[in-house]
């Protein structure tokens, strides 16, 4: 039973690069989200759709960062231009139906130098 | 204040122990309460779900709600080393964004041999 994909694991970047990292949900799940995790502020939700439509976007940080999910079973979280302060892990999580509990990937690495 | 608080330790404690990790929280309507545990390096992987008030019993887990006091607990029985891990809870209501989770900033547990 495949889980939540993300891709890469890990990436490492000049500060002004742009980012974009990669989620596969698991199939038949009709809700996606998007977290940061960091040491000083823990998980952070950054955006959630539900049947591919953005519902909750309160809380990227700024307009370098976007998200869309083209399809049902692929997601994108963009960086441009990224800085270090962007350094963290960010996790992708799906779910299926209301207030059920969300899976969570294992997450991409990024470190922005 | 937060939505919801949670002691982020570390908790040390020998094998065998019984484990507390405790979480408070602020909303009254909040309905719907997760544990999920976190190995370094890896996503958050649910371990217990619950609805409204009281215990839920899982092999060596338990987890219990109490509303009045806005307080839900997590206790390990016979705890092992392979439960040295981050604890996180999560909760969510039935108003509003009904598919946003807010999660506590998570626990350390070692768990010496």
């Known amino acids: 039973d495949a889980g939540v994909i993300q891709s890469p694991r890990h990436e490492v970047t000049e500060m002004g690069q742009e980012v974009t990292l990669r989620c596969k949900p698991i199939?038949?799940?009709?809700?996606l989200f998007w977290y940061r995790q960091t040491m000083m502020r823990g998980l952070e939700l950054l955006i959630y759709?539900?049947?591919?439509?953005?519902?909750?976007d309160s809380g990227m940080p700024e307009d370098r960062f976007s998200a869309k999910m083209p399809n049902a079973s692929f997601s994108t979280l963009k960086i441009q231009p990224s800085e270090p302060r962007d350094s963290a892990v960010y996790f992708c999580?799906?779910?299926?139906?209301?207030?059920?509990?969300?899976?969570f990937g294992d997450g991409t690495r990024l470190s922005i130098l | 204040q937060k939505e919801v608080e949670q002691d982020p330790g570390p908790l040390s404690v020998p094998e065998g122990a019984i484990v507390s990790l405790n979480c408070t929280y602020s909303?009254?309507?909040?309905?719907?309460f997760m544990w999920y545990r976190q190995y370094s390096r890896k996503g958050p992987e649910l371990l217990m779900y619950?609805?409204?008030?009281g215990n839920k019993e899982d092999g060596r887990f338990t987890a219990q709600v109490d509303k009045s006091s806005k307080y839900i607990s997590l206790f390990i029985r016979d705890s092992q080393p392979s439960d040295s891990a981050t604890y996180l809870c999560?909760?969510?209501?039935?108003?509003?964004?009904?598919?946003?989770?807010?999660f506590g900033s998570g626990t350390k547990l070692n768990v010496k041999p």
């Open positions: 619950t609805y409204s008030s």
């Open positions: 909303n009254s309507a909040f309905q719907y």
């Open positions: 759709f539900n049947n591919n439509v953005p519902i909750d």
């Open positions: 199939s038949g799940h009709n809700s």
């Open positions: 999560a909760m969510n209501s039935e108003e509003g964004n009904f598919n946003k989770f807010y």
């Open positions: 999580a799906s779910s299926f139906g209301r207030k059920q509990p969300q899976h």
